[in-house]
């Protein structure tokens, strides 16, 4: 009858796969191991809590206001999933390129660049030569992982050569009206990789609105970076719109003060040629004054005809300029982001992750080794 009951036992095992009982015997049995290992991953999580860098965050949602109906036609096709290209044919940038606008290489350089305030700066400073600088050093527990995890990047780093500074023909300072390159240096080039966990742009297609988020070490620092990288967005998609006209209304302004010049010049040679013809009256002196009449009205409609373009042209950069609404301000984040005791949490469980991993694989390696060596057996 015992035997029966075994054999029926093992046949279920068999049978129906994983014994859960089974499983939890061998996991008590092996607490021990599970305890050690949990005991040393809670002294890594608490390394790595307390030596934890603080980071903010801000977020500030935008929607951006698309000018009249005919010229947001194609930004609000691109919102809604349309492919009506990056710009339409009037020049109106689509929503969808403004993450690229934010992960450009002027724009990060820019924001790399921008003074903020530092709580262990007394003047304001840069993020560039705020880390270049060293004033905040790394953490214990990141030279754990460089010299252990990374060491292998370490070693490949220091035997590779190392890459020389690069200047342009005649200076990078040079400005001669010739296209140029965007020229960085190599602290630069190491900082610009990490630009992107710091700045960051989501596009909704569906609701139509833009969401940014900016990460940072010190509470005010963020939200003076957030309000740098909303107003530079702005102002970068404010010179796409307006390009053309704002071109137009600098050569309408240079013929107006042309024409204004001209008409001034006429009017005071007119205003002279008055005066000395107070008491004398010439035919030569006359047909001289008409002359000069003539000229000063013409010159005087050319200007007033310009002064009515410029104005106009002035009017069209404003249509022109688009405007953001602000959904969501810049607020000043009063906790950080990253939470010590969520790091400890998850060092914790991975701690009993890899304990019942350890006393598994020793319950079951016995197993599997037979059952691999079974078919060998057999021949």
């Known amino acids: ?8 036992t093992a046949t279920a095992e068999e049978e129906g796969g994983i014994d859960i009982m089974a499983l939890l015997r061998g996991l008590w049995d092996g607490r021990k191991t599970i305890f050690i290992c949990l005991g040393i991953f809670i002294v890594l999580g608490l390394v790595a809590a307390l030596s934890m860098k603080r980071t903010y965050s801000v977020t500030t949602v935008m929607v951006p206001q698309m000018g009249d109906a005919k010229s947001g036609l194609g930004g ?4 809604a999933g349309f492919d009506m290209g990056a710009a339409s044919n009037n020049g109106e940038l689509s929503p969808l390129i403004y993450p690229q606008i934010v992960s450009s290489v002027p ?20 993020m560039f030569d705020y880390a270049k600088a060293k004033y905040e050093k790394p953490s214990v527990f990141s030279y754990v992982m460089k010299y252990t995890i990374g060491l292998p990047g370490v070693i490949l780093g220091s035997l ?12 990078n300072g040079t400005d001669d009206g010739t296209p140029k390159p965007v020229v960085v240096s190599m602290d630069e080039y190491k900082m610009l990789q990490g630009m992107g966990q710091v700045i960051s742009l989501d596009v909704d297609k569906k609701e139509g609105y833009i969401t940014m988020h900016v990460n940072g070490s010190e509470p005010i620092q963020t939200a003076e970076l957030a309000l740098k990288a909303q107003q530079l967005l702005q102002d970068e998609v404010t010179r796409f719109r307006t390009e053309k006209s704002q071109s137009e209304l600098e050569y309408i302004q240079a013929r107006y003060d042309e024409a204004k010049a001209e008409a001034e010049r006429y009017q005071m040679a007119l205003a002279g040629s008055r005066d000395r013809m107070q008491n004398v009256v010439t035919t030569s002196s006359t047909v001289g004054k008409e002359r000069l009449q003539s000229k000063f009205n013409v010159a005087n409609t050319v200007y007033l005809e310009m002064a009515k373009q410029l104005e106009q042209a002035k009017m069209k950069v404003k249509k022109d300029t688009p405007a953001f609404s602000i959904i969501e301000p810049v607020t000043l984040p009063m906790k950080p982001s990253n939470s010590r005791a969520k790091t400890l949490i998850i060092w914790v469980f991975l ?4 304990g019942c991993g350890i006393v598994l694989v020793k319950g079951y390696w016995p197993k599997l080794k037979e059952k691999f060596q079974k078919p060998e057996t057999e021949e």
Do not use: W
């Not at 724009?107 to 840069?126: A, G, N, V």
């Not at 701690?351 to 890899?354: A, K, N, T």
């Open 1 to 8: 009858m015992e035997e029966n009951r075994n054999n029926t």
């Open 76 to 79: 609000l096709a691109a919102l």
């Open 160 to 171: 590779s050569s190392k890459s020389k500074e690069v200047t342009l023909p005649g200076g």
């Open 351 to 354: 701690g009993v992750v890899v």
């Open 107 to 126: 724009f990060r350089l820019e924001m790399m660049h921008t003074p903020l305030h530092y709580q262990k700066c007394d003047t304001l400073i840069s």
